[in-house]
C-alpha cells in the first residue's frame, strides 16, 4: 500500500514596516549634529524613545497617515546627450553628441518604501518618563 503525504509548512514571511521620524517639532529647539549617534528603543510601545549623543531624549508618538506616504531617494541622473543629426555650418559635429549647457542638472528619484506611520518626537520632560512607564491604577 503506497502512502501519500502531504506536508503543508505554514511559512509565516516577516513584514518590513516603514516609520517615518519627524523631528520637525525639536528643530528649531536642539541642535542634532549629522552622524550624532542614537538610540531608538520601544518602537512597539505607543510613545518609543528617541536618545541622541548623550544629553539629547526625545519622545515619540506614532500618527497614521491618511492614504499611503511614499519614501523617494534622490541621486544625480545621466545627463541628456543629444546626437547631431541636422546640417551645420562646417558640418563640425557629424556623428558627434552634445550636451546643452543650459539645462539644470537632472536628478533621479527611486522609490525607496510606503508607509502608514509617522513617528513624530518631541523633548523628553520628566513626567513623561513616568507617565510612559506607569501603569494605571488598581491593577
Given at each position: 500500500m ?14 518590513e ?78 556623428g ?23 513617528l513624530?518626537?518631541?523633548?523628553l ?14 491593577i
Amino acid at each position: 500500500m503506497e502512502e501519500n503525504l502531504v506536508h503543508n509548512e505554514s511559512v509565516e514571511e516577516e513584514e518590513e514596516e516603514y516609520v517615518l521620524l519627524n523631528l520637525d517639532e525639536v528643530r528649531g529647539q536642539v541642535d542634532i549634529p549629522p552622524n550624532a549617534p542614537y538610540v531608538l528603543s520601544g518602537l512597539d510601545t505607543p510613545n518609543p524613545i528617541l536618545v541622541i549623543g548623550d544629553s539629547l531624549k526625545l519622545i515619540g508618538e506614532y500618527e497614521e497617515t491618511i492614504g499611503t506616504c511614499l519614501v523617494f531617494s534622490e541621486g544625480q541622473a545621466t545627463p541628456v546627450v543629444h546626437e547631431e543629426t541636422g546640417p551645420s555650418e562646417a558640418n563640425l559635429f557629424s556623428g558627434k553628441f552634445i550636451t546643452d549647457p543650459n539645462q539644470a542638472p537632472a536628478k533621479e528619484v527611486i522609490p525607496i518604501a510606503s508607509l502608514q506611520k509617522i513617528l513624530k518626537f518631541r523633548l523628553l520632560h520628566e513626567g513623561d518618563v513616568q507617565d510612559a512607564t506607569s501603569e494605571p491604577a488598581g491593577i
